[in-house]
């Protein structure tokens, strides 16, 4: 069983920046590909970026590239991603997902799911 537990949504302003934060309740967290989607209203739930299991391979979303970061830290067990230059595009419920596998982009992929938390970005 693994549980994660994200945090650092809110609301900002276009332009603003935020960083969440994901806690993995886990004994090895470094078995474990993370990543980072995405569901804004009305849309399909979207990969935003992945990170390897020693932090080894990113990947980010074309439309966060240059402007999100994934990063990890498996000695405190969380996977944290900065936002930077938000856009009203960005608004969405962020979920945090681990894989058993070394590093994955497909949502099918990820064996473990955050609640989710909200982030609202106001233009």
């Known amino acids: 069983q693994v549980q994660l537990v994200e945090s650092g949504g809110g609301l900002v302003q276009a332009g603003g920046f935020l960083r969440l934060s994901c806690a993995a309740s886990?004994?090895?967290?470094?078995?474990?590909?993370m990543g980072w989607f995405r569901q804004a209203p009305g849309k399909e739930r979207e990969f935003v970026a992945a990170?390897?299991?020693?932090?080894?391979?990113?990947g980010h979303a074309d439309s966060v590239k240059g402007r999100f970061r994934i990063s990890r830290d498996n000695a405190k067990n969380t996977v944290y991603l900065q936002m930077n230059s938000l856009k009203p595009e960005d608004t969405a419920v962020y979920y945090c997902?681990?894989?058993?596998?070394?590093?994955?982009?497909?949502?099918?992929?990820?064996?473990?799911w955050g609640q989710g938390t909200q982030v609202t970005v106001s233009s």
């Open positions: 997902a681990a894989a058993d596998s070394f590093y994955a982009v497909r949502s099918s992929e990820y064996n473990y």
């Open positions: 886990v004994r090895t967290f470094s078995n474990y590909g």
């Open positions: 990170i390897s299991r020693t932090s080894g391979t990113t």
